[in-house]
């Protein structure tokens, strides 16, 4: 490549980058971490545990994206620099050196040009993810608990952490249902590709004639929303029913002493909200009524946009014609997405949280 042809496309690299700091508002966001920082450093922050923690993830999550930004940014001007400065002085030879890091940050922005994908107005939200079976009996159970490991094993590759809010096992084996929170800047623009049926093929485990069998789990992933967001909503107490038991699964050695775990189901909706995961039953309802806000946001918007059903939880039942993506574990292996037509052939990959590729298939089919 010779010097004027490199220094042009280091000139169109460094627009791309400028563009994409616009639109990422990364300045905006330097500014919303200065001050989440000067906020953390008030002596009086960790009275508030679980707000705390909320904040502290949020600001770890703006401040790894502001500085690979800026990392990219700085790498690119200086190499700019570089170049320009071997172009005039012909006594020093890099276009070598500089042709081989260029090639490296272009290929950097082209992973980062990922993140551009993320369009929608609660993409950057922490997401609610929860995991019904559907037909299909113990295996669609059995089913519902791989898809919920799946999605445990991505957020950890991700660093999204990952918390079990409410879980139902199964009478044999999986587990009939399980709420997650998965907080992190875009958890939910990540997730919210996977809203749907999702449909298992296999050799049954649990079938003494080892019959291949087809199960199906439905999936709903909606934005946590902030009260600022929800300040609209309002709920009337004549409008809830409000349940406690005994927490059973996940939260701890005391979990199953108290009827601790709050179930609230909103009558005019039917919109039906459980948590378990905190120790106390005040603390499990004020974050159910949260998930629930959340859910009538959403419900209210999709009515604006015809997608009432997605919305409810009820949008579709997990059964045949309905899925959005297929596992195949036999006769052969293969995955696919009925939306974009994305497949992969390594479905442990996949069941091990390798969902970048679908992920990033289904916002370009939406971009």
Request: proline fraction near 2%; include cysteine.
């Amino acid at each position: 490549m010779k010097e004027a042809e490199l220094i042009a496309k280091l000139k169109e690299l460094q627009a791309k980058i400028k563009s994409s700091w616009d639109f990422l508002e990364i300045d905006k966001k330097t500014e919303e971490l200065r001050n989440l920082e000067i906020l953390m450093n008030q002596p009086d922050f960790w009275q508030e545990p679980n707000q705390a923690k909320k904040i502290s993830q949020k600001a770890s999550s703006l401040k790894i994206e502001i500085e690979t930004w800026q990392e990219i940014k700085a790498e690119t001007n200086d190499l700019l620099e570089l170049a320009q400065m071997d172009q005039k002085d012909q006594t020093i030879n890099l276009r070598l050196e500089v042709e081989e890091k260029f090639q490296e940050l272009e290929q950097k922005f082209a992973d980062l040009e990922f993140y551009l994908l993320f369009r929608s107005k609660y993409d950057r939200n922490n997401a609610i993810l929860a995991i019904h079976s559907g037909t299909g009996g113990v295996d669609a159970q059995d089913w519902a608990e791989i898809l919920l490991r799946m999605y445990l094993r991505f957020c950890e590759k991700k660093g999204f952490p990952a918390q079990i809010l409410n879980i139902n096992s199964g009478s044999e084996a999986g587990i009939k249902s399980a709420v997650l929170e998965v907080a992190g800047n875009y958890a939910y623009g990540n997730l919210k590709s996977e809203h749907g049926v999702h449909r298992l093929v296999r050799i049954s485990p649990f079938d003494a004639e080892a019959m291949r069998h087809t199960s199906f789990a439905l999936v709903e992933v909606i934005p946590e929303l902030d009260d600022e967001s929800v300040s609209d909503i309002k709920i009337k107490a004549e409008d809830l029913k409000i349940d406690t038991f005994r927490a059973s699964g996940h939260g701890g050695q005391s979990v199953n002493k108290t009827d601790s775990a709050v179930r609230i189901t909103h009558l005019p909706t039917k919109i039906v909200v459980s948590c378990q995961s905190e120790r106390s039953q005040l603390q499990n309802k004020e974050r159910a009524l949260k998930i629930l806000k959340s859910k009538l946001q959403k419900l209210a918007e999709a009515e604006k946009e015809e997608e009432k059903k997605q919305l409810r939880g009820e949008f579709s039942e997990a059964v045949w014609g309905n899925q959005i993506r297929s596992y195949v574990m036999q006769p052969y292996q293969l995955v696919k997405d009925h939306r974009t037509k994305y497949e992969e052939k390594d479905i442990q990959s996949v069941l091990d949280g390798n969902l970048d590729g679908f992920i990033e298939a289904y916002l370009k089919s939406k971009s």
